[in-house]
Structures are given as C-alpha cells and as structure tokens.
C-alpha cells in the first residue's frame, strides 16, 4: 500500500476510534437496516461475509439474520502466501477458530469450500470508500485479487464519516457495486473521465 493510502487509513481508523461506542452501534444497526430492506439482501440465496474486527460495521448480526430468512452463509478463510481468500460455508458461530492476524476464520475440517461464484452477494470490507466505490482496506489486497472473478453483487458497509471525496486509485484497485451507510444506499458512481 502507498504511503498515501496508507496516512488516509490510519486518520479514518483513528477518527473511527473516536466515536462513542453507542452512537457507534446505533449507526451500525441502520447500516444493518438498510441492508436488510434492500433488493440485493432479499433476492440473494447465498451471501459472503467477512468477519468484523473494531471499528467495522459489525457482521455477525448480519450472518444470524442471513441463517434465520434461511440463507445460506460462506466466510473467508485467508492464505497469506498468495494473499487470496477462499469461502467456506458456515452454519454455526461453533465452526470457526482464530485464524490469520486473529480473525475468526472457518475452521475447514468443520465446514465445506465453496467456490465464489456460487455467492449471490458479497459484502466486502474496507476502512475507507469513495462515491466511485474504491475502498482502502487492511493493505493485502486480498479482495482486490477476488473481486475480478466475481460476478455477483458487491456491497460495502461503512459509516458516513468514512467517505472521502477520492481515493488514489492503482491499477489493482478494485471497485464494489454498492455502498450502504447509516444514511442509506448508494449505487457506486461511474467515473467521469
């Protein structure tokens, strides 16, 4: 990650640090909200979550409403070597472990691999987001070496306050279709060249 990228993450994660914990979570709930009231989580059959650390719009509530409108649920498991993702199918919180850099991760003799084009959305982590849908994350890269072989809907969880007017954009860089925040949902804007 560039130097750029990498000062414009550690201020949001810093002001993210920042917010009181109950406006936190109440935003969060409307994220979640919004989320749930729209077409792409009503239509999808299978959704690929990742799992939330700190300051990110917590997941797990998302995964126990997936499992109880009896959707199926694929979390990813981390290869560092390469720095790819590959999604196993989980139906019980009992089937993961700590995995890569402490994130909980599928226990894969406990779940099966699910190949990523059977996922009807995607919902794709990140720190910081532009109206374009570019998204800064944790610095592997794991995403946007998924991303171009995915078809599916794309969608990424944030807070207002975690927009910026642009993101430096590299070549790897991928974009997500959708954005949803405590204010509402966004389709990502096509780039005016």
Known sequence: MNLQKQKIRNQILHDMEKID???????????????FASEMWKNAEFVGVTLSVGREVETMAIITKAW????RVAVPKCHP???TLSFYELESFSQLESGFYGLMEPNTDKTQLI???????LIV?????DH????????GGYYDRLLPRYSGNTVSLL???QFIANIPVEDHDQRVKWLITEEG????????E
């Open 115 to 121: 190949g990523t084009d059977a996922l009807d959305l």
């Open 159 to 161: 807070l207002e306050s």
């Open 21 to 35: 914990e109950y406006v936190f979570t109440e935003k969060c709930k409307k994220v979640r909200n919004h989320l």
């Open 185 to 192: 949902r966004y389709r990502a804007q096509e780039i005016s």
């Open 68 to 71: 109880t409108e009896m959707k």
């Open 132 to 139: 374009q849908g570019y998204r800064i994350g944790y610095g």
């Open 125 to 129: 982590p990140g720190v910081v987001f």
């Open 81 to 83: 070597s390469d720095r």
